[in-house]
DNA sequence: TACAACGATAAAACAACCTTATCATTTTAT
DNA sequence: ATAAAATGATAAGGTTGTTTTATCGTTGTA
C-alpha cells in the first residue's frame, strides 16, 4: 500500500540539491554517478512523480521542491535516532538504577559513585538501599539493574557475583570488658545482653547460633540499634563493614571463633541482560571492589 | 560513522514484539521466520547491542525496550511522509496558484473552479487576475502554477494551449445608432469617439488598427471604462467574453470585417513541469473548456 | 566547430535479502 | 516421564537490489 522509503536514496537527494549536480553529489558521497540516476529513478517509480525534471540539469520539480524539505526532515530524525541508539550503546547517556544493602551504600558507594561518574560524565545514577532480601527482590523484579548485597539465597533467576568478604564481630561500649580486645570466642558471648539485628541470621548455622536464641531483643533499625548499644543496654554482632565508625564509644572486635563472613557481591539477573549503562556499572564495579 | 537503519527491519521488531514471537511475526508480515531472525541480528551488529535476549523466547533486554518506542516513533513519522507525498501525487491534497485575465476570471473560473472542487474537494486554489502581460509573468517567474490568459507574446520559456476563440466586437450604449446591429465593418467605426482599453491592441496588425490612432482615450479600469460607455462618452472594443452584461444600457455589436479574434488558452512553463495538483487542474481545464 | 560537462543507459559484479531445509532447545500435552 | 509441538538459530541457494564500469546523447561553451 504504501511506498516504503529507503533513507539512503532520500540522502542523494539532498546531496544532488546541495552540491547542485548529479556528479558532485556522487563525489561527495563516493558513489559513482550512475548509482544516484537510478536510485533517483527508482525513488520516482515508487512515488509515482518525478522528482528532478528531465531535461538536463539537476533542477527539482515543484513536486521535488515539496519533497525536499520533508526528506531532510525524516533525515534528521533518522539520524537523531541513529546517534542516540550509538550513545547509549558507547555508554555516553543513559540511566542505572542500582540498590545496595545500607552498609554498602554508606560506606563503599560514595567514592564509589563518585570515581564511576568521573569514568562516565553523562551516565545518572540512582542508589536505592534496603535489605539483603529488599535488594534481591529488586533486581529480580527488574526494578534495578544491579544490586550490591550479601548472598541472599540461591535465586536461579540471579546471578551473584561475590566481592569481597567481611567478618562478623562483636559490637561493644568502650567501657565493656569486651572494648580493646584483638579477638573473641563465641563462648565469651554467653550470658550477655545480646541484641540481634538483621545481619544477625549470618550466625545461623555456626555453632553461634546458640546465641541468638537467648537474645531479648531484635531491632532493625540501625539508629534504635546504635542508640541502645552507645545507652549500654546490651552488645550486638555486625559485619565489619556495617560497624558505624561514627560512633566514638563504639567498639568492633572480631569473632575469632567461629569465623565467620559474609560474602559482598554483585547481584544482576541471570536470564535478563543489562542496559549498556549498568554493564559499564558492573565491570566498573568488578574492576574497583574485586580485586 | 553514524550507523543506517533501515526501516523495514524496524518493522520487523515491532511485530516481533507486538505479535509475541518471531514466527508470529512473520506470519503477520508473509516473511518466513529465519527473514526476522537475521533482520534481527544484523540490526543488533549494526547498533553493537543485542535488541532481543539470546535464550529461547523472544524477549527484549533493556536496551530493545529503550529502543522499541524510539522505533515506532521513526516509522510512524516515515509513514506519515510516505502517505503525505502519496496524497500528494494521487491529486487528493495540495494547492494550486493560477492567474486569469480578468474576462477568464469573472465569466469562466466561478463555474470551472466550483466544477473542480466538487473533483477535487481538498484541493486549494488561488486565482489572481491581471492583465495577459501580467499572467505570463507570473506564470514564467514560477509564481503560479497556471495562467489563464490571450496569448501575449511566443516565449520560449512558455507553453501556450490554445482553448477558446474570443472575438472582439464594438460596445456602446444601447441609444447608440451601433446598437441592435447584428454586425459591424471597421470603417463605420472611423469618425466614433473610441476609447481603448487594455484589449485595443487585438486590434493591432489588422486593417481596423488605423482607428486606434484617432482614439483620444485610453482607459485601463474596467470599471471607469463602462462608466464612460454608459455616459455615452464613446464606444469601444471588448472580447465578447470581456463584455460586461450586467450593464443593461451596452449592447455588443460584433465586428465583421476584420474579423478579429483573441485566442484564450493555458499557459505553463514550458521546461519546469507541474506539481500533481496543477496538473490534475490542467487535465480538468482542457477537459472543460477545450472542445 | 570542437570540446567539456551533464545526466541517462546497459551490462556485469557485488551485496543484500528472502526462502527452503534443518538443527538444538524449550514448552506443552499425554 | 516421555512424546509431540513450538520456539529461534543456522546454512546453503536463489532472487532481488545496488553499485560500478563503460558508453551514449545532449547541452552549453570556447
Keep these: 500500500m504504501l511506498p516504503e522509503l529507503k533513507i539512503q536514496p532520500l540522502r542523494y537527494v539532498l546531496a544532488i540539491v546541495d552540491e547542485g549536480g548529479f556528479h558532485a553529489a556522487a563525489r561527495h558521497l563516493h ?3 550512475p548509482a544516484l540516476s537510478m536510485a533517483v529513478r527508482e525513488l520516482e ?3 509515482g ?9 539537476a533542477m527539482l520539480t515543484p513536486f521535488g521542491t515539496y519533497c525536499l524539505p520533508r526528506f531532510r526532515e525524516l533525515i534528521i530524525q533518522h539520524d537523531r535516532l541513529s546517534r542516540d541508539l550509538v550513545t547509549q550503546v558507547e555508554k555516553r547517556a543513559g540511566h542505572i538504577d542500582m540498590a545496595a544493602v545500607p552498609s554498602v551504600a554508606s560506606r563503599l558507594m560514595p567514592r564509589l559513585l563518585s570515581n564511576f561518574i568521573q569514568h562516565y ?3 545518572k545514577v540512582s542508589l536505592h538501599d534496603g535489605t539483603a532480601d529488599f535488594v534481591s527482590r529488586l533486581v529480580s523484579a527488574g526494578e534495578v539493574d544491579l544490586g550490591l548485597t550479601s548472598l541472599w539465597q540461591v535465586d536461579e533467576e540471579l546471578d551473584f557475583q561475590p566481592l569481597m568478604r567481611d567478618a562478623i564481630g562483636v ?3 568502650d567501657d565493656h570488658p569486651f572494648a580493646g580486645r584483638e579477638a573473641l570466642d563465641w563462648q565469651e558471648l554467653q550470658g550477655q545482653a545480646l541484641i540481634r539485628n538483621g545481619t544477625s541470621r549470618l550466625l545461623e548455622g555456626t555453632e553461634a547460633e546458640l546465641l541468638l536464641a537467648q537474645s531479648d531483643f531484635y531491632i532493625s533499625n540501625m539508629i534504635s540499634l546504635t542508640a541502645m548499644l552507645v545507652a ?3 552488645i550486638t554482632t555486625l559485619p565489619r563493614l556495617a560497624f558505624p565508625e561514627e560512633y566514638e564509644r563504639l567498639r568492633f572486635v572480631p569473632l575469632a571463633t567461629p569465623h565467620v563472613e559474609r560474602e559482598l557481591g554483585l547481584l544482576k539477573p541471570r536470564r535478563r541482560s543489562l542496559s549498556p549503562a549498568a554493564q559499564a556499572m558492573e565491570a566498573f564495579i568488578i574492576l574497583e571492589l574485586g580485586e
Excluded: A, S, Y
Design 171 to 173: 559490637v561493644c561500649r
Design 121 to 123: 560524565p553523562d551516565l
Design 49 to 57: 512523480e518525478p522528482i528532478f525534471e528531465k531535461g538536463g540539469k
Design 232 to 234: 549500654g543496654i546490651g
Design 31 to 33: 558513489r559513482t554517478q
Design 45 to 47: 517509480q515508487r512515488l
